[in-house]
């Protein structure tokens, strides 16, 4: 490979890799607690809470990345009272800000439905015990419920993460220069199409990997402090 187009790729491909880490950071932030959120509201068996929500959950999951981010971009910026409403034209009108909206909503719906099996899988003789002690509801769900469900979830949410910063990569079809976007504008520039997409997919690599191994990490940490409960109590 031209090491004269490395020095000129890399500089460029490290800008976007900012955005594209923004966005990952706000899909993991807002959308994870969000996510439970929207999980313990399934669950919590009215039927009209219960409903919205997994009508949402089946929208956001059931129809493209893509479709969603056009018609967020694309659709609601053609509304008149969004274009008049400063909030809302200020969150449709850039595409970055558009751009995180969107994804943060797709893995809200991805997380709800990961942690709603990891809140089922929860023995209830667990929770029994723990009301049977005078813990109310939410302290239950503080101390006992969450803490279990994250140890089951953490694997497949530790997937859902990896997604998240790889759909970030369709941010460029709305104009956001993240790390594709700017691959995609070096490409006209230089035509080396292999090579700077290449780099473009070392980079989402790396990120990825850092990603997967900062959850391997809390998961081992989540197990170690577990075997210490479970050493004292014997």
């Known amino acids: 490979m ?40 399934r669950l919590s068996g009215r039927r009209w809470v219960v409903a919205g929500c997994s009508a949402f959950s089946a929208f956001f999951r059931g129809t493209p990345l893509l479709v969603q981010l056009f018609i ?7 509304l008149e009272f969004v274009r008049h409403n400063p909030v809302l034209w200020w969150v449709v009108g850039s595409s970055l800000n558009c751009a995180i909206l969107t994804v943060v909503l797709n893995t809200v719906a991805y997380t709800s439905e990961i942690f709603r099996g990891a809140f089922q899988s929860i023995p ?38 990896a997604i998240v910063v790889k759909e970030s990569s369709l941010a460029s079809t709305i104009t956001v220069l993240e790390i594709t976007g ?18 473009a997919s070392v980079f989402y690599l790396v990120i990825n990997l850092l990603a997967m191994l900062l959850v391997r990490q809390f998961e081992k940490y989540l197990s170690g402090g577990v075997k210490a409960t479970r050493n004292i109590r014997i």
């Open 2 to 41: 031209d090491m004269e187009l490395l020095q000129e790729a890399i500089p460029f491909l490290l800008k976007g890799a900012q955005v594209t880490l923004l966005i990952g950071f706000f899909g993991v932030v807002v959308g994870l607690p969000l996510g439970v959120l929207l999980a313990l509201l």
């Open 182 to 199: 700017y691959a995609k504008r070096l490409m006209s520039e230089t035509f080396a199409i292999i090579e700077i997409f290449v780099i």
């Open 124 to 161: 209830h003789g667990l929770v029994e015990a723990a009301q049977a002690c005078g813990m109310s509801k939410w302290i239950t769900l503080l101390r006992v419920r969450f803490p279990l469900a994250l140890r089951q979830a953490l694997p497949a949410y530790g997937n859902e993460i």
């Open 72 to 78: 967020l971009y694309y659709g609601l910026g053609q």
